[in-house]
């Protein structure tokens, strides 16, 4: 890092003049000063960028410092407020409706963009959908072109269903009893249920749970009954 990089310099310059330091104290010290706070700066700006806060307190040892004093100025008048969401858009849901994700997000339309509250807005959406069964419900992606935030997800569909043990009984007959079907949105509700359904048709004396095999980019999975 850093005081890794002054360190080496120093050592390099003293094999060269023994009197480096004594020589150039007040140079060397004014120098680690100047990149030590512009990467500070750096590092508030970007944070500034990124989470829409607009006041930034200093406080400590670090605040006593002139030359940070000077800089906060120069970083407060170069704060650029985040736009106003002006839409929302969601891609890849089958399953919940874009109103109601938007109704679960805390950012909305008209309010202003702020990318800590579209991380928390990630967690809220993956929990929503996971209580209401769809276990392998994932954000992808939440971005924002300026005034636009987008919304990539993948709901997690059903590549296939299988039937083990059956002689006596085509799968056809089987399967049409059932509510989850190939290509619908994977649901541990309903699979609950379409087992159920499954000892209730009086064909079988049981039904184990049923084995979930989920593809290579678990995103979706096959179920074995």
Not at 111 to 121: P, Q, R, V
Not at 138 to 162: A, C, Q, R, T
Request: hydrophobic share 35%; charged share 30%.
């Amino acid at each position: 890092g850093l005081k890794t990089g002054i360190l080496y310099f120093i050592q390099k310059q003293q094999r060269i003049n023994p009197n480096f330091i004594a020589e150039n104290l007040n140079d060397i010290c004014e120098s680690i000063q100047y990149t030590i706070i512009e990467i500070l700066m750096d590092k508030l700006k970007n944070a500034v960028k990124h989470t829409g806060i607009q006041h930034i307190a200093i406080a400590g040892g670090v605040s006593a410092n002139s030359e940070i004093n000077d800089k906060e100025h120069a970083l407060v008048l170069n704060i650029i407020e985040n736009p106003k969401i002006k839409r929302i858009i969601v891609e890849g849901n089958q399953a919940i409706s874009d109103k109601k994700i938007r109704k679960v997000l805390h950012s909305k339309k008209g309010t202003l963009l702020n990318f800590n509250t579209i991380k928390e807005d990630k967690d809220r959406l993956e929990a929503y959908y996971h209580k209401k069964g769809y276990s392998l419900f994932k954000v992808l992606e939440i971005s924002s072109d300026k005034d636009i935030v987008h919304i990539k997800v993948s709901e997690g569909f059903v590549d296939e269903i299988k039937f083990e043990g059956l002689s006596k009984i085509r799968p056809s007959i089987v399967s049409r009893d059932l509510d989850m079907k190939k290509g619908n949105v994977f649901n541990t509700f309903k699979l609950r249920r379409d087992r159920e359904r499954l000892l209730k048709t009086g064909f079988f004396s049981d039904v184990g749970t049923p084995k979930l095999i989920t593809s290579k980019d678990k995103k979706n999975i096959s179920i074995v009954f």
